[in-house]
């Protein structure tokens, strides 16, 4: 159980450091990502940027994610889900297209030059809140892995088990404080787990960030 993201961070940060992990660059996930992403690359002595991925909804149900899409374009899809679902091609790429344009838009809020800095080479760190379905992660780390990083690892303080499990297909290195076996959602590892608001989200880009 984490009080806040902040103090998540604090202690993802000491894991990494007491595991020699090095990065170049730290890449949060907006918003909820910042506030722990924070103290993770003032530790790491990392620049701290943002990666970001939308959900794709299936019809009539938003909130379940038949995959997700990332700011340049790249994708994964949950293929068993979409079977199962039976979705049509010409909705996966309606949604694809407007999530993608949605997930470009969020990340030119964040940033003065539109995508990713200059990940060539770099040792590139992707931080989230946590990992439920995996799905806006993978997205997130295919965009990293595409950009040539030498290094792409992700590090949460908590994670379903099987997601942390798949994810380590998609980076070199997955760190997870904890992968309880009871994982329903995130929020439930946080006694404060309220939205991260654009503003904020900037202000810890900045390093002015408060103790979310």
């Known amino acids: 159980m984490f009080a806040t993201r902040s103090e998540a961070g604090d202690r993802l940060a000491a894991e990494l450091e007491g595991r020699g992990v090095e990065a170049d660059v730290v890449l949060g996930i907006p918003r909820g990502a910042l506030p722990v992403a924070r103290p993770v690359a003032d530790a790491l002595e990392a620049d701290l940027d943002v990666v970001v991925a939308r959900k794709l909804g299936a019809p009539n149900n938003p909130e379940l994610a038949l995959g997700a899409v990332a700011s340049d374009g790249s ?11 039976d979705v049509s091609d010409d909705y996966l790429e309606e949604i694809r297209a407007e999530e993608a344009q949605n997930a470009r838009e969020k990340a030119d809020r964040y940033r003065d030059s539109p995508g990713l800095p200059d990940l060539e ?3 590139v760190l992707v931080v989230d ?13 295919r965009q990293v892995r595409a950009a040539d990083a030498d290094y792409v690892g992700l590090a949460v303080p908590v ?20 992968t309880p076996e009871n994982f329903r959602a995130v929020g439930q590892f946080y006694r404060e787990f309220g939205q991260v608001t654009d503003e904020e989200a900037i202000a810890y ?3 002015l960030g408060g103790r979310s």
């Open 75 to 85: 994708v994964w899809y949950n293929d068993a889900l979409i079977d199962r679902l």
């Open 121 to 123: 080479g770099e040792r």
């Open 129 to 141: 809140d946590g990992v439920a379905t995996g799905a806006t992660a993978t997205a997130c780390l």
């Open 159 to 178: 994670g379903s088990p099987q997601s942390v499990a798949d994810l380590e297909a998609e980076a070199d290195e997955v760190i997870a404080l904890e």
């Open 205 to 207: 880009l900045e390093g």
